[in-house]
């Protein structure tokens, strides 16, 4: 399965935006590039996700780079809600058995100073 | 919708114990998954299923078993319960379908076990 690295923490102020690396030199094709995040004691929860062209949902955004390498989760307008840790996860076409996996890495701790 | 049910949420096993984790969703989805996530560490895969009668291997199986009868219901079965099975359980269901359907994973709340 392809990998993704993510930093490992970062900070952000409120009512500003934040902006969410990810490296996945090694995607295929057919990789989706998916992000979820977990809030503090609960599981976690999908935010976006995208194949090639950028993204914009109610949550977040997610800008894609042209050669597909690499991913940017863009929170607008970060709140203290926004305080979790972000996962950068890739899932292949559903069509291929190995979508059915979901496998998650270290993630980034994102944190919201007031 | 229910969505993703985990029940208990909590729990306390003694070493050599089991016990059955039970997870049920209602939104008709055919892949099913089992995570644990130890303090302060990402969520590792335990087993998963694409559909009634099908389960598979994920990242950390040993120690446990599934069975999926039913879309609807996939338990996860902890067989003489150790230490190093203390760990936060997730259960996770999505659609497996054609190439432009969303796929997004919904999440249970979690099972918090204690081995003592």
């Known amino acids: 399965d392809a990998k993704t690295t993510q930093p490992n923490s970062m900070e952000s102020n409120e009512e500003e935006p934040v902006h969410l690396p990810c490296n996945h030199s090694t995607i295929s094709g057919t990789d989706y590039i998916h992000w979820y995040r977990q809030l503090p004691s609960q599981g976690p929860e999908y935010v976006i996700h995208?194949?090639?062209s950028n993204v914009n949902n109610r949550m977040a955004s997610l800008a894609i780079a042209e050669d597909r390498k690499s991913s940017t989760l863009i929170l607008h307008r970060a709140t203290l809600r926004d305080a979790a840790v972000y996962y950068c996860?890739?899932?292949?076409?559903?069509?291929?058995?190995?979508?059915?996996?979901?496998?998650f890495g270290s993630g980034t701790r994102l944190s919201i100073r007031p | 919708n229910a969505g993703v049910t985990q029940t208990p949420k909590f729990r306390i096993l003694k070493i050599g114990q089991s016990m059955t984790l039970q997870c049920a969703q209602d939104m008709n989805h055919n892949y099913m998954y089992w995570y644990r996530q130890d303090p302060g560490m990402g969520l590792k895969l335990i087993y998963y299923s694409v559909g009634a009668g099908i389960t598979d291997k994920g990242e950390v199986p040993n120690g446990y078993n599934v069975s999926r009868s039913t879309t609807e219901d996939f338990p996860l079965r902890l067989e003489l319960a150790a230490p190093s099975q203390t760990s936060v359980y997730f259960c996770a269901s999505s659609y497996g379908g054609g190439m432009n359907m969303n796929t997004e994973a919904f999440f249970g709340q979690g099972t918090r076990l204690t081995v003592v």
């Open positions: 996860i890739l899932r292949d076409d559903p069509g291929y058995s190995s979508a059915s996996k979901i496998i």
């Open positions: 995208g194949l090639t």
